[in-house]
């Protein structure tokens, strides 16, 4: 990690310069102030690994749940069930009111993503809607958070791949009208609140609908087996307005599940 690296030159400094009793406690305690960071940031970032790895887990296992909803379900639960780990960690003074909202956001994510399943369960769109944009907006500052405390793999960054695939799914929603997008590209939650569950229903509107000739997307990040990104069509009817999606890799293919209004 970045801190143990400062560590080493802290001490070195320390003992190469010769300090008096003063300056030896001074550095003493900047040092082990550092590496009480470092030991930190490094836990830290080993819980949002597994974590996040355990969540990708059951998006892409087509054993474990059977629906797109028990599967965030499952998710969701794997996500609770680390809440206490994030909780034990010991952080240095330093970052401890950092890594207090670092675990409050954490929890209110694990609260409203219950709300979006329950929303779903009784296919209440505006529900729905309300809770998936609070997680969009909760999201962006739990991550922030994570960047704050130097943890790399707490952050937002896509991978080459995540960011391959998001896009590909936006394409094929955006620049189509495909009706085997309906089932390829949409999540099964995605056509409880917008086709009412039927694929017929969808399948007819793809055929009528008018497609963007192409789209810009921006800040793709991503949160476990859940993506963001900022989409602004180019042509059609859409022309030029900016809504956000929220996409959700199922079984290895990242799909639609939900449109918010743009941040």
């Given at each position: 990690?970045?801190?143990?690296?400062?560590?080493?030159?802290?001490?070195?400094?320390?003992?190469?310069?010769?300090?008096?009793?003063?300056?030896?406690?001074?550095?003493?305690?900047?040092?082990?102030?550092?590496?009480?960071?470092?030991?930190?940031?490094?836990?830290?970032?080993?819980?949002?690994?597994?974590?996040?790895?355990?969540?990708?887990?059951?998006?892409?296992?087509?054993?474990?749940?059977?629906?797109?909803?028990?599967?965030?379900?499952?998710?969701?639960?794997?996500?609770?069930?680390?809440?206490?780990?994030?909780?034990?960690?010991?952080?240095?003074?330093?970052?401890?009111?950092?890594?207090?909202?670092?675990?409050?956001?954490?929890?209110?994510?694990?609260?409203?993503?219950?709300?979006?399943?329950?929303?779903?369960?009784?296919?209440?769109?505006?529900?729905?809607?309300?809770?998936?944009?609070?997680?969009?907006?909760?999201?962006?500052?739990?991550?922030?958070?994570?960047?704050?405390?130097?943890?790399?793999?707490?952050?937002?960054?896509?991978?080459?791949?995540?960011?391959?695939?998001?896009?590909?799914?936006?394409?094929?929603?955006?620049?189509?009208?495909?009706?085997?997008?309906?089932?390829?590209?949409?999540?099964?939650?995605?056509?409880?609140?917008?086709?009412?569950?039927?694929?017929?229903?969808?399948?007819?509107?793809?055929?009528?609908?008018?497609?963007?000739?192409?789209?810009?997307?921006?800040?793709?990040?991503?949160?476990?087996?859940?993506g963001f990104a900022e989409v602004t069509p180019i042509g059609g009817p859409s022309d030029g307005q900016t809504v956000r999606y929220l996409l959700?890799?199922?079984?290895?293919?990242?799909?639609?599940?939900?449109?918010?209004?743009?941040?």
């Amino acid at each position: 990690m970045r801190g143990f690296g400062i560590v080493a030159v802290l001490v070195a400094a320390a003992t190469a310069v010769g300090c008096g009793a003063g300056g030896e406690t001074e550095a003493s305690g900047a040092a082990n102030d550092e590496a009480a960071a470092a030991v930190y940031v490094s836990d830290l970032d080993g819980l949002c690994l597994s974590s996040a790895a355990e969540q990708r887990e059951i998006a892409v296992d087509p054993e474990l749940g059977a629906t797109e909803s028990e599967r965030a379900v499952e998710a969701n639960e794997a996500r609770a069930k680390a809440l206490p780990l994030f909780d034990e960690l010991e952080p240095p003074p330093a970052l401890a009111a950092d890594h207090k909202r670092y675990v409050a956001a954490l929890t209110e994510l694990v609260v409203l993503n219950e709300r979006v399943t329950n929303a779903i369960d009784s296919r209440d769109r505006a529900r729905r809607t309300r809770a998936a944009a609070r997680i969009a907006r909760r999201t962006e500052q739990f991550l922030k958070l994570g960047a704050d405390l130097g943890a790399r793999e707490c952050t937002d960054d896509a991978t080459t791949s995540e960011i391959a695939g998001m896009t590909e799914a936006i394409d094929a929603v955006e620049t189509t009208n495909d009706p085997a997008q309906c089932k390829e590209r949409f999540t099964k939650d995605y056509l409880k609140l917008t086709h009412a569950g039927s694929l017929a229903d969808c399948e007819a509107f793809q055929e009528d609908y008018e497609p963007a000739e192409s789209f810009e997307a921006a800040d793709l990040s991503t949160v476990g087996p859940f993506g963001f990104a900022e989409v602004t069509p180019i042509g059609g009817p859409s022309d030029g307005q900016t809504v956000r999606y929220l996409l959700h890799l199922d079984r290895g293919t990242w799909k639609l599940d939900a449109i918010l209004p743009s941040r």
